[in-house]
Structure formats: C-alpha cells, structure tokens
C-alpha cells in the first residue's frame, strides 16, 4: 500500500524532514555548500624537492646509475 498525503504516517515524516532541514540551515552552511566551497578555492603549487648529491653510497643497489 502506497502513503499518500493525508495519512498521518505521511504527514509526521513530512513534518520531521522539514524540521531537521530548518534546524541544519539554522545550524549554518550545509555540506554541499562546504564541498563546493572546497573545490572553488585555489590549488596549492606542488614542490618537488631537490634530490641531495652523495646522500647513499656508491655500492648501494638503492642508488640508480646513468649508463655511459
């Protein structure tokens, strides 16, 4: 059986929802609010740090040799 509006099972939910949906907006900005403001904002510049000369030694199998 379908609720219809009417109902009082209808009715109460309809009446829940409109309440938290009020109490959220009072609350403040909503989560799809924050997630848009998150993707408008800026992307950082990514930095690739230097790689340091003479940090393994020599026989390391770590360290990868240039071919001559």
């Known amino acids: 059986m379908t609720r219809m509006p009417g109902e009082w099972a209808w009715d109460a939910v309809r009446a829940e ?16 609010a ?5 993707w408008s904002r800026a992307v950082p510049e990514v930095r690739v740090p230097e790689q ?3 940090e393994y030694d ?9 071919a001559s």
Request: overall charge positive; cysteine-free.
């Open 17 to 32: 929802v409109a309440y938290r949906q009020e109490e959220l907006r009072k609350a403040g900005r909503g989560a799809a």
């Open 34 to 38: 924050a997630r848009r403001r998150r």
């Open 52 to 54: 340091r000369a003479g």
């Open 58 to 66: 020599a026989d390391s199998p770590r360290v990868l040799r240039r």
